[in-house]
Nanobody, 123 residues
Framework: QVQLVESGGGLVQAGGSLRLSCAASGRTFSSYAMGWFRQGPGKEREFVAAISAPGGSWTFYAESVEGRFTISRDNAKNSVYLRMNSMKPENTAVYYC???????????????WGQGTKVTVSS
């Protein structure tokens, strides 16, 4: 069983940056593909970014965030990150961290989910 805890959400102005973190429990973090998803107000949950296991050699992004968001992982810290630059009001959402097997990469399905962290982008 893996537990995921996101942090780093908050309020940011349009054009600003934010970095989300996701801390994972367990000693096999490096074996998990990791992803970030989001659910905006009144919208369905959507894929944002993913990073492969074990070393993160491969990354994949939703077209809407390509070039602005960067996913990374630090296996020594059992953590995955999402750096978000040039943020837009439409990026307002609850962001979820997800973990799964190597086959989960990139868009799932994932087996483990965090509780989410809220991001609000003001115009």
């Amino acid at each position: 069983q893996v537990q995921l805890v996101e942090s780093g959400g908050g309020l940011v102005q349009a054009g600003g940056s934010l970095r989300l973190s996701c801390a994972a429990s367990g000693r096999t973090f490096s074996s998990y593909a990791m992803g970030w998803f989001r659910q905006g107000p009144g919208k369905e949950r959507e894929f944002v970014a993913a990073i492969s296991a074990p070393g993160g050699s491969w990354t994949f992004y939703a077209e809407s965030v390509e070039g602005r968001f960067t996913i990374s992982r630090d296996n020594a810290k059992n953590s995955v990150y999402l750096r978000m630059n040039s943020m837009k009001p439409e990026n307002t959402a609850v962001y979820y961290c997800a973990g799964g097997t190597k086959n989960s990469y990139p868009e799932g399905p994932y087996d483990y989910w965090g509780q989410g962290t809220k991001v609000t982008v003001s115009s």
